[in-house]
């Protein structure tokens, strides 16, 4: 299971570094490429994480319409987690003088462990919702 977690990292981070290398050749401002790429990032990791945490880590049998709602529970914890790395990527890259690649690192995995927790809790935790 630790791996798929960590599967589901590295792609999140593997598509955040290969957005940044792209918008770092296309806009000339620096922060605006790095916090692109967290966001465009961010929309397709979550999409992927659905799917192998729904399918593979909680083994959710939620089926049906139902599911519109464990993908709304979902999402509030990324949203969560979303808004918190909006808020540290900046600070370790601008304040911190961090490189935006280790600090995008370090927000992911950071962001990692908080949406691990929601997601056994809350997200599909299905025996407190059926």
Do not use: W
């Not at 296309?26 to 729904?54: E, S």
């Amino acid at each position: 299971m630790y791996q798929l977690v960590f599967g589901i990292l590295f792609f999140g981070y593997a598509v955040f570094i290969i957005l940044d290398i792209v918008f770092a050749n296309i806009f000339a401002k620096r922060y605006f490429a790095y916090m692109l790429a967290m966001a465009l990032g961010q929309i397709i990791a979550t999409i992927n994480a659905f799917i192998f945490h729904k399918y593979v880590t909680f083994k959710s049998p939620v089926k049906g319409q139902a599911v519109i709602m464990e993908f709304f529970r979902f999402c509030t914890i990324y949203i969560f987690t979303f808004s918190l790395s909006l808020l540290l990527l900046p600070f370790f890259v601008e304040i911190l003088h961090l490189r935006p690649h280790i600090s995008g690192a370090i927000v992911i995995l950071f962001c990692t462990i908080i949406s691990y927790t929601g997601h056994s809790r809350f997200s599909f935790n299905y025996e407190k919702v059926v």
